[in-house]
C-alpha cells in the first residue's frame, strides 16, 4: 500500500484493502466493482450537490478555458474571486463584513487563530492568545486546529500546541448533566465552567474562543436553549473574541444560510469550507467583522503589508464553483429546501424514536443523528454502519451515534431508501446481538 490514509489504522490497512470509488451517480457513488452506494452523510458533510453535478463541471471548465489560476496577492485578484467575497458578505451573518480565502477547512481554523492573535496583538494586549475550544469539538488537522480539536486521537505522538489551548465541555444534555440537573442549570454550569476557565488561566491570557453553532464530527450535539448565549456573555464580559466554525454547518445544512442565525450567534470571524464548493474543489474562507477586520487592517498598515496568504487561496476555479453552487442553491430555493427535506427525514427519524435500542434522535434542518444505548455495547453503531453499507447506504458512525446527512439533492423516495435501510441494519444488528447472548 503506498498511500497512508486519514482516519484509518495504518497495519489494518495494508491488510484490509480500502472501498476503491470510481464513480458517481447523483447521491450515489459507485465502487470498483459496480456495487452503487446512496452516500446518506453526503461523504465527509461535504457534498449536498451529490458526486457529479453537471452544472458544477460545467462552472469549472469554463473557468478552466477562461483563466485558470490567478492569485490575490500584491493587489490583484481574479474578478471571480472578488465577486465570490460581496456575494458572501451579502449572505453571512452580522457582524461579517470581509472574507479571506484559503484551501481547506484546518486552513481556515489556522487562519482564524492567527488573525485572533494579530487582533488582539494590535490592541497592546500581547498576552491574550490562547484560545478555548471544546471536548468534541473537531477543527481540523494542522497544528493549532488539532489541538483545538477535542479528541486525543488527534494529539496523541504529534506535539501539538496543547499548552496553547483551554479546554471546557460540550454541550451534551443527554449525556453529561449530572443526575437530577435541568437543561437550565446544566447551560450555566456550562456557562460558569468557562468563566472559572478563563478566570483561572487569567482573562489577560485568553484570546478567543472556538465552537461549532451544532457539533458535527463529536457526534451531531444539539446545544441545548439559551446555551449560545451563556457562552456569549461569558466571552464578552472577558473580551474574548467568539469564531464560529461554520465548516459543516455552513450553506443551510440546518435549514438556515448559517447556523449562527438559529442561535443568535454574533461571531468575530467566522470558518466555512465543504459546502461552500460543494466539495468539487478545495476551497476555504475566513469570514472577518468589521470589528476585528479594522484592528487587522490598521496594524497591517502599519507594518506596510498583511503578512499572510497562500498560493491558491481565492482560487479561480473554486470561486467559480462556489458562485455556481450559489446560483444552485438559490435555485432550490435554499433554506426553505432543506427546512422542507429535513421536515420529512423526521418522519423517517421518528420510526427509531420510541425503540428501547434508541438513546436519543436529533435533527436540525439535514443534520441529524441516532444515539444508540450504551447498554447495547460500544460497537453497536459500527456494526450498524457495516450491515447498512453491505445492504448499499453510507452511514458513519461516532462511537454509539450514527450521523445521517444526506445531500441536499435527495428526493423524498431517496429519504426513503435511507431509512429503510437503517431500519433493517438496525433490526438485523439486534437479531444477531440477541442470538449472541442466547449462545453465550
Ligand atoms: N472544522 C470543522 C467543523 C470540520 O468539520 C472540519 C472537517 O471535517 C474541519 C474544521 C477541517 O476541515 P478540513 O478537513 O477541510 O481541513
Known amino acids: 500500500m503506498s498511500q497512508v490514509f486519514p482516519f484509518t489504522d495504518p497495519v489494518a490497512a495494508e491488510t484490509l484493502p480500502p472501498l476503491r470509488i470510481v464513480g458517481g451517480n447523483g447521491i450515489k457513488v459507485i465502487d470498483v466493482r459496480g456495487k452503487d452506494y446512496i452516500d446518506a452523510v453526503s461523504a465527509l458533510w461535504c457534498s449536498p450537490l451529490g458526486f457529479n453535478h453537471p452544472r458544477l463541471a460545467d462552472a469549472a471548465q469554463r473557468q478552466m478555458q477562461t483563466l485558470n489560476y490567478y492569485h490575490s496577492f500584491m493587489g490583484r485578484t481574479p474578478n471571480v474571486t472578488e465577486k465570490l467575497a460581496r456575494r458572501l458578505v451579502q449572505k453571512l451573518p452580522s457582524p461579517i463584513s470581509h472574507v479571506l480565502f484559503g484551501t481547506s477547512g484546518s486552513e481556515a481554523v489556522e487562519t482564524a487563530v492567527k488573525l485572533v492573535r494579530y487582533y488582539q496583538n494590535s490592541r497592546g494586549k500581547s498576552e491574550k492568545m490562547r484560545i478555548v475550544s471544546r471536548e468534541g469539538g473537531y477543527h481540523g488537522s494542522g497544528q493549532m486546529s488539532a489541538a483545538l480539536t477535542g479528541m486525543g ?37 456550562l456557562g460558569r465552567e468557562l468563566d472559572e476557565t478563563i478566570r483561572d488561566a487569567g482573562p489577560e491570557t485568553v484570546g478567543g474562543f472556538i465552537g461549532e453553532p451544532i457539533m458535527g464530527s463529536g457526534g451531531v450535539i444539539l446545544p441545548p436553549n439559551g446555551y449560545w448565549e451563556e457562552i456569549q456573555n461569558v466571552l464578552s464580559k472577558h473580551d474574548v473574541l467568539l469564531i464560529a466554525d461554520e465548516i459543516i454547518t455552513g450553506f443551510g445544512r440546518t435549514g438556515v444560510w448559517f447556523a449562527c442565525e438559529l442561535f443568535g450567534i454574533q461571531p468575530d470571524l467566522l470558518t466555512m469550507a465543504k459546502q461552500m464548493t460543494a466539495a468539487v474543489f478545495p476551497m ?8 476585528v477586520y479594522a484592528k487587522v487592517a490598521t496594524q497591517a498598515h502599519q507594518f ?17 464553483v462556489a458562485m455556481e453552487c450559489l446560483d444552485i442553491y438559490e435555485d432550490m430555493c435554499l433554506p426553505n429546501h432543506v427546512t422542507n427535506l429535513g421536515a420529512y427525514m423526521g418522519k423517517g427519524l421518528a420510526l427509531f424514536d420510541n425503540m428501547p435500542c434508541v438513546a436519543q434522535v436529533r435533527r436540525e434542518g439535514m443534520l441529524s443523528a441516532v ?12 456494526r450498524v454502519t457495516e450491515e447498512a453499507r453491505e ?20 428526493t423524498q423516495e431517496d429519504i426513503d431508501a435511507i431509512f429503510d435501510v437503517l431500519l433493517k441494519s438496525v433490526d438485523a444488528v439486534l437479531a444477531e446481538t440477541e442470538r449472541h447472548h442466547e449462545l453465550a
Open 153 to 189: 486521537y488527534c494529539h496523541d505522538a504529534f506535539g501539538v500546541p496543547l499548552h496553547d489551548v483551554l479546554r471546557v465541555g460540550r454541550p451534551h444534555y443527554l449525556c453529561d448533566a449530572q443526575p437530577g440537573e435541568t437543561e437550565v442549570a446544566f447551560v450555566k454550569r
Open 284 to 291: 476555504s474562507a475566513v469570514a472577518l467583522s468589521e470589528k
Open 304 to 320: 506596510g503589508t498583511f503578512g499572510h496568504g497562500v498560493t491558491y487561496g481565492g482560487h479561480p476555479v473554486g470561486a467559480a
Open 371 to 382: 444515539e444508540f444505548a450504551d447498554c447495547l455495547g460500544s460497537d453497536f453503531a459500527t
Open 391 to 410: 445492504r448499499g447506504v453510507f452511514f458513519r458512525n461516532i462511537g454509539n451515534i450514527l450521523a445521517i446527512a444526506p445531500p441536499y439533492i435527495c
